[in-house]
């Protein structure tokens, strides 16, 4: 076992077991993506820190602990279809390539667009889709999804993402009136009409922005 293998071990053990996610699927995932892969080479020696690093453009990976997190709320099954919103450098996408069917992931900007395709291809992910648009309007063309997962603070959930996902879907997203922290939620989907909202805690993640989302001037 290398170094980063060995410090991905312990992540796991220590961070996300250590802390009550019991998902072994979820587990086994963050245990495989080789996390370091997707940092840039200054924040490489932190790869596997209990924290969110920046990738350049204001915006950051997870913590790793939220990764999973949020991927343990989605309840995933092999068989499922994906729409990640806010691709970043890719990681998360990953992580949800090992669990689901098929992921769709979406960046609003090229430029980090460009880097989780690479990263993808060099983790060994290429069946990843990455998309580069507003992901506050979802991906329509591809929906209804089994599942959505919002790496970005909304001001409210938007209609469009609910409207995405089939009955029984569940979508995962911070919500919040602040721009800088809001409440992590999981929606289910009851019917055509009715919708299931489960509060599950305090996260903050850099802004959801979109035509649903905040303006651009917001942060």
């Known amino acids: 076992m290398n170094q980063m293998e060995s410090q991905r071990k312990d992540m796991v053990l220590r961070q996300l077991e250590g802390r009550g996610i019991r998902d072994e699927r979820v587990l086994a995932a963050m245990r495989k993506v080789p996390r370091h892969i997707f940092v840039p080479a200054a924040q490489q020696a932190a790869s596997y820190n209990d924290g969110p690093l920046p990738i350049g453009h204001g915006q950051t990976i997870s913590q790793p602990y939220i990764v999973a997190l949020m991927c343990e709320l989605l309840e995933l099954s092999r068989e499922n279809k994906v729409l990640e919103i806010g691709a970043g450098c890719g990681y998360a996408a990953a992580v949800l390539a090992e669990l689901a069917h098929e992921v769709?992931?979406?960046?609003?900007?090229?430029?980090?667009?460009?880097?989780?395709?690479?990263?993808?291809?060099?983790?060994?992910?290429?069946?990843?889709?990455?998309?580069?648009?507003?992901?506050?309007?979802?991906?329509?063309?591809?929906?209804?999804?089994?599942?959505?997962?919002?790496?970005?603070?909304?001001?409210?959930?938007?209609?469009?993402?609910?409207?995405?996902?089939?009955?029984?879907?569940?979508?995962?997203?911070?919500?919040?009136?602040?721009?800088?922290?809001?409440?992590?939620?999981?929606?289910?989907?009851?019917?055509?009409?009715?919708?299931?909202?489960?509060?599950?805690?305090?996260?903050?993640?850099?802004?959801?922005?979109?035509?649903?989302?905040?303006?651009?001037?917001?942060?």
């Not at 090229?110 to 060994?124: D, V």
């Open 104 to 219: 769709i992931t979406i960046e609003r900007m090229p430029e980090l667009a460009e880097l989780a395709r690479k990263n993808l291809l060099k983790a060994g992910y290429p069946d990843v889709r990455v998309i580069c648009a507003d992901g506050s309007l979802g991906c329509p063309d591809e929906a209804p999804f089994d599942a959505i997962v919002v790496a970005a603070g909304a001001p409210a959930t938007p209609d469009a993402l609910k409207q995405q996902l089939k009955t029984g879907g569940r979508l995962v997203i911070p919500v919040g009136s602040n721009s800088r922290s809001q409440e992590l939620l999981r929606i289910r989907r009851l019917s055509d009409t009715d919708y299931d909202t489960e509060p599950q805690g305090e996260v903050a993640f850099v802004p959801l922005v979109g035509a649903e989302g905040w303006p651009d001037e917001s942060y």
